[in-house]
């Protein structure tokens, strides 16, 4: 850019490649001469493994057949669906409200739309594709898949996530193609398994189904319309090859989704930078759809949509002039051939091209000649589209590619754009740039994307904690989200005051603390706060939980490997006498009493989870090692995979993400559940549930004797949760009388347990001073979920651990 050269020779290592913004020349190879020319190998060997063969990244005969395939789906008034898109339309602007300060003006918070917009089209491209959404803006309307027996049920909450980190990793063996080898597989397999294994689990769905495909999605929806369309379930009528099923399917998938999403963020770029061209297509829009009414259907037609206001189709052709958000396209030649242009002393000389020669066409170099597009060919003006009679563009404007392999999805990806433009801008009445004017606000894959690359720009983040994490930690945080702010302030142990004045809290956006809060009137900005506990009790009086909608999150998942060791180890310890022996050891005594004829291992043993959290799933998965059997008990049902997995935060191949360690699920808020578990044959009952009203003296005498009718004398119960879920005298009654086996309790009713408290002195009880949770990687995994959550925050996704404000954990 910037020079006189269209075209020119690029060494690059050991190879030479050519570099052409000349529009005749790259109409010669997307069209007139298309047969000298092809997209280079490397385009099909380094995307094949993430999204198969497909009309996107095949080459020659395989090409054809696969445009052959997909194209006349295109064609199709059907695809699109303005309602499917209105649907997804309406979560992206409830979204954008919630962040609607109560300010008189109306002002949202600064947000960053980009991840939004990025989610939107996720949940509109996988409807159109395979009927149902991975709804990644409202994970609660995800509808239970069905079972297929031998298939995993797909991972809609991170098929975004391994998406975007396959194509990251496809990018970088692209580029360092040759080197490829360098570079690590394991990740990168991990992402390809999981995005075929997403589309895999549909195309088996619709070749079970049959015909009957559209049926079942319009029942399980529970949406009917005739305009109803699923580009698998058509495809499924052509071929029944499951592998080219997925692979189409996955092509389309990425080819419609980040680029669509890309255009959208630029749209808003400019819009914000601009707010004439914003008031004038604002007033187009109004003129002829009126403004937003909340909760009326929309009345955009698609036949009137782009065609009655032009300056939309204007504002979306400059944008795509100033960030073609495909950059860069390429062909390689086929044979000896030569292109008009670019030989020559003066280069104005047709251009030998050797057979295997790769040319590369910088769209957005293309875009920016002031030969083609006039002086002021840097400035965003929408209006050049509309002089001369409109403008006419040749193969000078490719952003949707051109010739034979023209992109498909075109009319589609405009239709969608042109209709979230007029949703938005019916709905909003102002919008204004908050970008920080430092850096550049751009990430580039194989798309660009208009984003600081961190996602976090504005947040400000406080850490206020006794223990001050390494400072490695913050390099990397820093390293990860460039534009975060971050305070740190220790604290004493026991102190809650904030050891700052209150003036401080003014513009944070996030805390890491364990009670440390400021008012809400205090942190006007705050958005979410990460605390450094599992349980929550503590601040669910406190305003700025009860009184805000700002996130909570806990540290929920950090105990689960220590717990599980302190709940396994008093268990073992009890079972192989150890207590008896540390007494004898202390009086120096060899005396093994009845132990070599009564010691029980775990073997086939059973464990009963009441309370399937991430304590009770790391328990499940150690206690499973060791050859026990395991029930669990949660309060509301768990009949399929999908509701047997649990999001919240887990240490990576610890615990039970899945659901898979339980032989029996149990479930239910009443005592007749309770005891149906209760009386499931339990060899060891753990107590892993939060303390709540519902749940304060849940175990008591009437449980003690279901464990024993079942079990008679042979329950070892093991409390990790809270003292009050147990009723202490009926505990120290039901071992006095040997109604339980023994416990191992590390809480008790009362806390701290006094001197002289009978249950010090009750027979087979361990006790412990409230210690299981500690370890001294307790702060690293807290510091793991922050980190974590912020990745997420930067993304627009929900976080984990999020507290549930009606159920109080
Ligand atoms: C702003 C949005 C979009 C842009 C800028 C865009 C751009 C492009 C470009 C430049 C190509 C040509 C690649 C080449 O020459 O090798 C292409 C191909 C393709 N696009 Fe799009 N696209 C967009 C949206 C979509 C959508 C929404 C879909 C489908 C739902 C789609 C489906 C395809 C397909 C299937 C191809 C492969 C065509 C072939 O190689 O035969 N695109 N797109």
């Known amino acids: 850019m910037g020079k006189n050269v269209n075209t020119c020779v690029v060494p690059i290592s050991d190879y030479e490649l050519i570099v052409t913004r000349d529009p005749d020349n790259v109409q010669t190879m997307l069209a007139t001469q298309s047969v000298d020319w092809d997209v280079g190998e490397h385009r099909n060997a380094s995307w094949r493994p993430l999204f198969g063969d497909g009309v996107f990244t095949c080459r020659g005969e395989a090409w054809k057949h696969s445009r052959a395939l997909v194209r006349p789906q295109f064609a199709r008034d059907q695809i699109n669906d303005l309602d499917l898109i209105e649907r997804h339309v309406q979560q992206l602007l409830a979204a954008i409200d919630r962040s609607v300060m109560t300010s008189e003006e109306g002002w949202t918070e600064k947000l960053d739309l980009q991840p939004l917009l990025y989610n939107m089209t996720l949940d509109i491209t996988t409807e159109l594709i395979y009927g149902y959404s991975v709804h990644s803006q409202s994970p609660s309307e995800r509808i239970e898949l069905p079972v297929i027996p031998g298939f995993e049920t797909p991972d809609r909450e991170n098929i975004g996530m391994h998406m975007d980190a396959g194509k990251a990793c496809v990018e970088t063996r692209g580029a360092l193609w040759k080197y490829r080898w360098l570079l690590p597989t394991k990740a990168f397999k991990a992402h390809c398994a999981a995005v075929h294994k997403y589309a895999g689990w549909f195309v088996q769905l619709r070749l079970q189904r049959g015909e009957r495909y559209l049926a079942h999605i319009e029942s399980e929806t529970g949406q009917v319309s005739s305009k109803r369309y699923i580009l698998l379930h058509e495809l499924a009528k052509v071929t029944q090859d499951a592998t080219e099923l997925c692979s189409q399917t996955l092509n389309v998938l990425t080819a419609g989704r980040d680029t669509t999403a890309s255009l959208l963020g630029w749209v808003f770029y400019f819009l914000c930078r601009h707010p004439e061209v914003f008031n004038r297509l604002r007033e187009q829009i109004l003129g002829r759809f009126g403004p937003y009414v909340p909760s009326a259907p929309s009345n955009i037609e698609f036949k009137g949509l782009r065609d009655s206001i032009p300056y939309i189709t204007s504002v979306v052709n400059e ?18 051939t030569v292109l008009p242009r670019g030989g020559g002393a003066g280069g104005d000389e047709p251009l030998f091209v050797p057979k295997g020669r790769q040319v590369l066409i910088p769209t957005y170099a293309m875009t920016r000649r002031k030969d083609l597009w006039g002086p002021d060919v840097d400035v965003f003006r929408p209006e050049r589209w509309e002089e001369k009679g409109g403008r006419k563009f040749g193969f000078e404007f490719i952003p949707f590619g051109g010739g034979i392999r023209q992109c498909l999805g075109q009319q589609f990806a405009r239709t969608k754009t042109a209709y979230v433009i007029v949703r938005l801008l019916q709905r909003y009445d102002r919008i204004e740039n908050a970008e920080m004017p430092a850096g550049a606000p751009m990430r580039f894959h194989h798309t660009i994307e208009n984003r600081s690359g961190s996602g976090v720009q504005g947040h400000k983040l406080a850490v206020i904690m006794p223990l001050i994490p390494e400072p490695s930690f913050f390099d990397d945080l820093k390293s990860e989200f460039p534009d975060l702010e971050i305070i740190v302030h220790k604290l004493e142990w026991g102190q809650t005051a904030a050891p700052f004045p209150a003036s401080e809290w003014a513009d944070v956006t996030i805390i890491l603390t364990f009670n440390t809060l400021p008012t809400p009137e205090e942190a006007p900005k705050l958005e979410y706060v990460q605390l450094l506990s599992a349980g929550a009790n503590h601040i669910l009086d406190n305003p700025l939980f009860k009184d805000t909608d700002i996130t909570f999150c806990t540290a929920n998942g950090v105990h689960g490997p220590q717990i599980s060791e302190w709940i396994i180890s008093t268990y073992l310890a009890f079972e192989h006498h150890l207590p008896d022996f540390l007494d004898r050891q202390k009086e120096a005594r060899w005396d093994r009493g009845e132990s070599l004829s009564n010691i029980e291992d775990a073997v086939s043993k059973t464990v009963g989870i009441l309370g399937y959290g991430s304590i009770g799933r790391q328990t499940a998965r150690v206690a499973t090692a060791l050859g026990l059997k395991v029930h669990a008990y949660t309060l509301h049902p768990r009949p399929t995979p999908e509701s047997r997995r649990d999001e919240s935060w887990t240490p990576a191949g610890l615990g039970d993400p899945n659901g898979i360690f339980p032989s029996r699920w149990f479930s239910g808020g009443s005592k007749e559940d309770l005891h149906k578990f209760l009386g499931s044959g339990l060899d060891l009952l753990v107590v892993a549930t939060p303390l709540t009203n519902n749940t304060q003296h849940l175990l008591a005498a009437p449980e003690f004797q279901v464990l024993a009718d079942k079990r008679p004398g042979r329950t070892f119960v093991s409390n990790i949760a809270r003292g009050p879920v147990v009723e202490t005298d009926d505990l120290i009654e039901a071992l006095e009388t040997g109604l339980i086996r023994g416990a191992a309790l590390d809480v008790t009713d009362p806390e701290p347990l006094p001197d ?27 510091l793991a979920i922050l980190g974590y959550n912020l990745k997420r925050l930067s993304e627009g996704q929900d976080l984990t651990n999020k507290i549930n404000r009606k159920e109080g954990y």
Do not use: F, Q
């Open 756 to 782: 002289g408290h009978k249950l010090w002195a009750a027979k087979n009880v361990i006790i412990t001073p409230h210690v299981s949770g500690a370890s001294t990687s307790y702060a690293k995994r807290v």
């Open 319 to 336: 944008t795509l002039r100033m960030a073609p958000v495909i950059p860069l396209n390429e062909r390689v030649a086929l044979r000896d």
